[in-house]
């Protein structure tokens, strides 16, 4: 398993917002986490890149504990987070914000050539890289935030709903994204409330119901469950 | 007429200069840590002290009292990161508050160490340079104007084209997002602190000589840098530069043609218009105020 997470509880001040999740993540795959607004989503993988810190529980990556490491320390085991809302620095350039990404990269050749790959998956972040970050448009910036994320040359990347507020034909393109990315040998983690979309991408899906595990299997599996097509795919 | 007018034109330059200096430390401070440092006008303080003592005092070379003032006055700044910000820094209040009482504290010690009466500096050189009869600038003054345009130039283009740079705006933009790509908050939190006090630093050492030095001397300036900093939109270091060379224009004018309280009236009430009308200041977004 290239991620493990052990029973793993977080909570805010008082309110506990996950309890008891476990999840494994085989090197490769994508897996998704659906669930509705609040469900704990976003906890979970705040837990994951650092941001949130663990109540009781562990995480591993790539056999290594990395569950008492800052948020800054875990870019450079290989895990990448994307972020809700996109969090990309308005203030700075497109391509500054990219370079961020690659912040505790050493290989300049190496970040050069992904910058230029980067340009090559997302030509209009190449149009706009002298641009501040501010003035793209929402799936521009969801580009920009997944660029970014790119550029640290992760094993694992995590996307906290990346279609979220976008249109339609942005989100397919997203989903294309995402597929690419993969195909690349990177291992996904995405939360979506679109669970339409996650399924679709997924090999695994794991479904949080208020901050609970309720659910986990195969992708196409949990498509057909009747609970999930009811709770989640509005049939 | 003309002539009033030009020398008190340069005057204003020259108070805009050491104002620029403090007040854009104090808006990197800000902007990364999120805190107020009220103590920064002890810092412009503490450089002045530095040149009473090293080079009033013990006689040694201006600029090397001037290069220790940056560096003695920076590591404080590193100091007052790890002994008050950092255990504060979820706590925006408490830091100011901390802030407040290190002020007091290094008042007080200036104060058991220097007495409170005025030193007086030698002045580094007499020369001025005559624009006309009645047009000068004193070579102390001109260092002022030299320093505040190299260091201010230096400090854009270590955060314009420096990879810390990058990461020390990426911080005071999205701290955490900027965790995310690998950055540590306490790290750029100590390259702010250090080039933020040491600007201050270097303002206080160099305007020693044409000051009378003591230890409650940090006042006057912290509130004209904050009046700078609110003017030009917290946040912004673009924003400070401009209203610190607007704030001395109209204050050193007005000084110059009715009196120093009406300028400070003056001064204050151009920051309530400019609140009033733009509450986000000149320069500055809605994003931290
Ligand atoms: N900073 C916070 N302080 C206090 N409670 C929080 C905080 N962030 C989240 N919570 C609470 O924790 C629970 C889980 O929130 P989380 O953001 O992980 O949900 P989510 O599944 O990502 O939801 P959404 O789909 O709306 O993004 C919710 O009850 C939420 O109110
Ligand atoms: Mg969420």
Redesign the pocket.
């Known amino acids: 398993m290239l991620l493990e997470m052990k029973d793993a509880s977080v909570n805010?001040?008082k309110?506990s917002?996950i309890r008891n999740i476990s999840m494994s993540v085989p090197e490769g795959s994508v897996v998704t986490i659906i669930?509705a607004?609040?469900?704990?989503?976003?906890?979970t993988l705040r837990a994951l890149s650092g941001l949130a810190s663990l109540r009781s529980g562990e995480i591993s990556f790539n056999g290594k504990r990395i569950d008492k490491l800052a948020a800054h320390r875990i870019v450079g085991e290989g895990i990448a987070h994307v972020p809700?809302g996109r969090r990309i620095f308005p203030d700075l350039t497109v391509e500054e914000n990219l370079r961020t990404g690659a912040f505790l990269r050493k290989d300049k050749k190496g970040i050069e050539a992904d910058l230029e790959s980067c340009f090559d998956h997302f030509p209009r972040l190449k149009e706009r890289r002298r641009q501040l970050a501010k003035t793209m448009s929402g799936g521009e910036q969801q580009m920009l935030a997944i660029g970014r994320a790119l550029m640290a040359k992760p094993k694992l990347l995590l996307m906290d709903?990346p279609s979220m507020g976008l249109a339609p034909i942005i989100v397919e393109e997203i989903a294309r994204i995402i597929e690419t990315i993969n195909a690349q040998g990177i291992t996904v983690i995405l939360v979506e409330?679109n669970a339409e979309l996650a399924l679709g991408l997924a090999t695994y899906a794991y479904v949080?119901e208020t901050?609970n595990l309720a659910l986990e299997g195969p992708a196409d599996e949990l498509h057909d469950n009747d609970h999930v097509r009811a709770a989640y795919l509005g049939v | 007429m003309g002539e009033l007018l030009a020398q008190t034109a340069l005057n204003a330059l020259y108070a805009a200069s050491y104002l620029s200096l403090v007040a854009v430390g104090l808006v990197l401070i800000f902007g990364v840590m999120g805190v107020i440092n009220f103590a920064h006008g002890e810092l412009f303080m503490l450089g002045a002290y530095g040149v009473v003592v090293f080079y009033a005092d013990l006689q040694l070379s201006f600029f090397f009292a001037i290069a220790i003032g940056l560096v003695f006055v920076g590591l404080v700044g590193l100091g007052m990161e790890r002994a008050l910000f950092r255990p504060l820094r979820d706590n925006p209040l408490g830091g100011l508050v901390a802030s407040i009482g290190f002020l007091m504290v290094l008042q007080a010690l200036a104060a058991m160490g220097f007495g409170v009466r005025m030193e007086h500096v030698p002045p580094v050189t007499q020369q001025v340079i005559s624009f006309s009869d009645k047009v000068h600038l004193a070579v102390p003054r001109l260092y002022v104007i030299i320093a505040a345009v190299v260091l201010l130039t230096a400090l854009w283009a270590f955060l314009k084209k420096t990879q810390f740079g990058w990461a020390l705006r990426a911080s005071a933009q999205d701290p955490e997002a900027a965790a995310l790509q690998g950055i540590s908050i306490n790290q750029t939190s100590r390259i702010a602190m250090f080039i933020g006090a040491g600007l201050a630093g270097v303002a206080g050492a160099l305007t020693a000589p044409m000051v009378s030095v003591n230890p409650h001397m940090g006042h006057s300036v912290i509130v004209a840098a904050f009046i700078v900093i609110i003017v030009g939109g917290v946040g912004s270091l673009e924003g400070a530069v401009v209203a610190a060379v607007a704030y001395s224009l109209v204050h050193t004018f007005v000084t110059t043609f009715y009196d120093g309280v009406i300028a400070d009236i003056v001064g204050l009430s151009l920051m309530l218009v400019v609140l009033i009308v733009k509450p986000t200041g000149l320069f500055g977004t809605a994003d931290r105020a």
Do not use: R
């Not at chain 1, 607004?37 to 906890?43: C, I, L, V």
């Open positions: 805010y001040g309110v917002a669930g607004n609040g469900a704990g989503k976003s906890t809700e709903e409330q949080l901050g």
